[in-house]
């Protein structure tokens, strides 16, 4: 296996502050908890989102090779742990393709997330869930 691209990010401030990665993204985090939070900054969850919506959708282009367009949306909730003290997530990817039907939706999203990196990273997670759903072409948010 050869490494095919590699990356770091480094966070000192903790939930609120400054994160980054080296070749110069910076961003100001700002935790969802924090009743005096920075509304312009982001937050773990928001992140995971971007990251699996955004690797899912690249998957699932490839699988389709780019013949349909198709949409990831992805959900995340931060709950109390159920065992233990802290906190998870619970996740929830929605996969769409223009023109198909439920079967081939299917077909696409079982395809992508067997591929997908990020899917590979949470497969395992028992409150991490793939869903298809009928294409819409502005994805907004269900709640």
């Known amino acids: ?16 502050g400054i994160a980054g990665v080296p070749d110069g ?12 939070r920075d509304p312009s900054g982001t937050n773990p969850e928001q992140l995971l ?3 699996w919506a955004t690797c899912l959708n690249a998957t699932a282009q490839a699988v389709v090779a780019r013949r349909t367009r198709t949409a ?16 998870e997530f619970h996740v929830d990817a ?19 997330h067997a591929r997908c990196p990020v899917s590979k990273l949470l497969g395992a997670a028992a409150t991490a869930h793939v869903h298809a759903e009928e294409f819409a072409h502005e994805q907004t948010s269900t709640r």
């Open 1 to 16: 296996m050869s490494m095919r691209y590699r990356t770091e990010a480094i966070n000192r401030d903790g939930g609120d």
């Open 25 to 36: 993204l910076s961003v100001t985090v700002s935790s969802p908890l924090n009743p005096d």
């Open 49 to 51: 989102a971007l990251a």
């Open 72 to 87: 990831v949306r992805v959900e995340v909730e931060l709950h109390d742990a159920s065992t233990g003290t802290g906190y």
């Open 94 to 112: 929605y996969l769409s393709a223009e023109g198909a039907d439920a079967a081939e939706t299917e077909r696409v999203l079982a395809a992508a």
